[in-house]
């Protein structure tokens, strides 16, 4: 006689509770009751005989066990979407990633550039999920994530993408009000400010004689702070390789030369043994050749 196998709603509560380190946050996603996702482990546990998880604090933290047969789940439930989006009309041979991107990055140089991407690997579908925060979500249930925090737990692959530095920008039109313009004036012109960046250390850089700003808008996402600067809002500190393509179309000016390096890097990251590694690796080493240009 062929062994059972357990049911798929229990398999995939054992899933998301893993990947998720919690019941309760796995119930969510899946639609069900708390008590309902720890009947499923249970009875998974019964009809396995192991302990998948241990209570850790306010986490329920999968054994080596539950781990291991998790991550076997995780894959098989990927090649069964795999299959399932094989079996759809129009998707026959077509990969779909998703993808998890700093929605800084995905909106003033990855969008712009995606149709080179289609062009090359027209095979691979992208669905973009924005992310605003610093550190890397927590749980991972993308196929790529482009963050600015590495994954601090095992099991994935890391890739740094590229070393980034900041300049000041403003748009031609705020510059040709301040006529002869030196960057020792730079604290008298209006300053935008970024959340998560001052302007001491470009001052300090610079040799400009001003402390921190305190007054001018303030935003928390460097896109729509660009957006600003365009308009000619002010002037902003921005990653030079998002400011470059406005930079070469003459919708901003850098302020002088001097740079200083960014807070925070990008990493490209996926899980370990992915079914879509191959689709994976396509879209990291376009995305490289394109910082390379």
Known sequence: MPRSIP??????????????????????????????????????????????????????????????????????LDDLRDALDATRPGMNGVTRLEVSVMSDLASMWLIPR??????????VDLSLHMHAAVSAPDPYPFD????????DEPGFQIRKLLDDQVVAVCSPALLARYPDFELKELASMPLLRFSRRGWRDFFEAAGVDGSEPLRGPIFDDAGLMLQ???????????????????????ELVQLGQVRIPASFEYFFTWRDGHPREDAIMQFYRWIKTQLGK
Do not use: C
């Not at 995606?114 to 095979?123: C, H, S």
């Not at 790529?144 to 994954?151: A, E, L, N, P, S």
């Not at 600003?228 to 070469?248: F, N, S, Y």
């Open 7 to 76: 049911p798929l709603q229990a398999l995939r509560a054992l899933e998301a509770a893993a990947r998720r380190r919690s019941f309760s946050r796995a119930a969510e996603e899946l639609h069900l009751t708390h008590s309902a996702v720890s009947h499923h482990l249970r009875a998974l546990e019964a009809d396995l005989g192991v302990e998948l998880f241990k209570r850790v604090g306010s986490r329920m933290i999968p054994t080596a066990a539950g781990a291991q047969l998790a991550d076997r789940v995780r894959r098989n």
């Open 114 to 123: 995606l149709g080179d991407f289609y062009e090359r690997y027209p095979e």
């Open 144 to 151: 790529v994530g482009i963050w600015h925090r590495r994954v």
């Open 228 to 250: 600003a600067t365009v308009a000619g809002q002010g002037v902003a500190t921005a990653r030079l390789q998002l400011a470059r393509d406005l930079i070469e179309r003459g």
